[in-house]
């Protein structure tokens, strides 16, 4: 049971499958994860609802046989089995079939070689204590799995019943835009590209069919490389916009009709100003420590208000239960609309609401190109993300040194700080831009972003801070 420990994570269960992650395992988190559910809703095992889907990994349907099988043994009667399908498609189900939770077996962006699991309770998903919490039961009850396991056929229509969901919201939207959809391989080709096509779109696929050795390019949204294919093809095509799909599908990529991938900060300030103009000022929107300044201003400045979270969409979503806002979003692509929806991370259902942003301004404009929606980024200058390598176990004292150095060097960067956020590792704020740095939770580096009003004084936050880092961990290493 040792060798699990570590792949028990924050937001997740994942690691390498054969050693972190394994049918064993699975199994018996089948009896930890219903143990825990009953202690939290009081009601009998039997009397439990749960569904289960999986992403398009090898080896994710060995592991979904065998999580079945646990929670078949454990003592649960009712069962979905979606089989390969987004991870939304999960989170949906236990709003649309009143279900006690859902499990689905997903590595996400990660390479083809992991897998991992994400649970769901009272529709959220299972936050760091809880997971340890289902860790301690499962550990606690931890049974010898069956020589071979039976697979189970529980199948129902859900995606189904989701395309036709999203067409009753969306009617038509999508005639007259043309969208070239990337799917990675992964699961929101079995999704993505039909639905908008239902909701009028013409579609042109890249990579629909699901496989899970990921054969064309690695299914992450958030690294511009993976978007080359996606970027022509949206030129070549003379297409309005491009969509990316992570490997399970809760994460959106977005390429402007110039074949221009937008970071999640510009993503998120269309959704927000949009969603401000259908509803006026009273919203809260909830973004992370790593997102443009440009994006909490112009926000602001519309009189709405911008709320700054920690860095990770298990820390988004409780900002945004705790402020009651409509709308969140971090830069990795995870996009939050409580407005109109349920409030979880559906990169297929986001893809619908940038279609839709796109309709409406084509309705008055035939010309209108979605790249006019970022004219407020055009006044800064934004480097990309720089990862700093640094032993975990010098991290928090880097980090004060860091501190340190600016509280009693103020003019160091040499533009006046405004103020100094440290919510998540350091932002330091300066007039039309900032400094950022803060620790990865799952990588020993530092995370760094800048951003200034040209280039020359971004490069020169980011040298400055550089310089700092490297004259510490030099006497440290």
């Known amino acids: 049971m040792q060798k699990y420990e570590h792949s028990f994570g ?11 992650i394994t049918e064993e395992q699975f199994y018996n988190i089948g009896f930890g994860y219903t143990n825990w559910l009953v202690k939290q809703n009081k009601k009998n095992i039997s009397d439990l609802r749960i569904s289960v889907c999986m992403d398009a990994r090898l080896h994710s ?21 979606y089989g390969i399908a987004p991870t939304p498609i999960g989170y ?3 709003f649309a079939h009143s279900l006690d939770g859902a499990m689905i077996i997903t590595a996400s962006h990660n390479p083809s070689e992991y897998n991992g699991l994400k649970m769901t309770y009272n529709h959220q998903t299972l936050n760091e204590r809880q997971i340890k919490e289902v860790k301690e039961e499962t550990f606690s009850l931890w049974k010898n799995p069956p020589a071979s396991y039976t697979s189970y056929d529980f199948s129902t229509e ?5 395309i036709n969901d999203m067409k009753n919201r969306f009617g038509n939207i999508g005639n007259g835009v043309k969208v070239v959809v ?3 391989n992964g699961t929101g080709g079995v999704v993505g590209p039909e639905l908008y096509r239902q909701i009028g779109c013409e579609v042109i696929e890249l990579y629909s069919e699901p496989d899970g050795r990921f054969p064309n390019h690695h299914p992450n949204p958030s690294v511009f490389s993976t978007l080359k294919d996606l970027c022509k093809t ?3 095509q003379k297409a309005d916009l491009g969509i990316a799909f992570d490997g399970d599908s809760d994460r959106i990529g977005v390429v402007d009709s110039q074949g221009n991938p937008m970071t999640g900060d510009k993503l998120l300030l269309i959704y927000a ?6 509803l006026g000022t009273n919203v809260n929107v909830v973004s992370e420590v790593k997102c443009s300044q440009v994006l909490y201003d112009t926000i602001n400045n519309t009189g709405a208000k911008a709320i700054m979270s920690k860095t990770g969409h298990g820390y988004i979503k409780e900002k945004m239960k705790e402020t009651g806002a409509l709308l969140g979003g971090e830069m990795s692509g995870h996009t939050f609309f409580k407005d109109r929806y349920f409030g979880f991370d559906d990169a297929v259902y986001a893809g619908c609401r940038m279609i839709e942003i796109i309709s409406n301004h084509k309705k008055t404009d035939k010309s209108f190109k979605v790249e006019e929606l970022l004219a407020p980024f055009n006044k800064v200058y934004t480097s990309s993300e720089v990862r700093y390598p640094c032993p975990n176990e010098l991290k928090k004292s880097t980090l004060e040194y860091i501190k340190c150095t600016v509280e009693n060097n103020p003019d160091m960067f040499g533009s006046k700080i405004e103020e100094i956020v440290t919510l998540d590792g350091m932002r330091i704020v300066f007039k039309g831009g900032f400094a950022l740095i803060r620790q990865s939770n799952t990588e020993p580096v530092f995370t760094l972003r800048f951003e200034a009003n040209n280039e020359n004084e971004c490069n020169r936050f980011k040298d400055t801070m550089i310089k700092c880092l490297d004259e510490y961990l030099s006497a440290k290493v």
């Open 273 to 278: 100003l949009e969603m401000i103009n259908d």
């Open 61 to 81: 349907n060995s592991l979904k046989t065998a999580l079945i099988n646990g929670l078949i043994d454990s003592g649960v009667k009712y069962i979905e089995d």
């Open 234 to 236: 949206v030129v070549e």
């Open 10 to 20: 924050k937001n997740d269960i994942r690691g390498i499958y054969g050693d972190d």
């Open 158 to 162: 859900i995606i189904s019943e989701y």
């Open 182 to 184: 990337d799917s990675a």
């Open 92 to 94: 949906y189900s236990e």
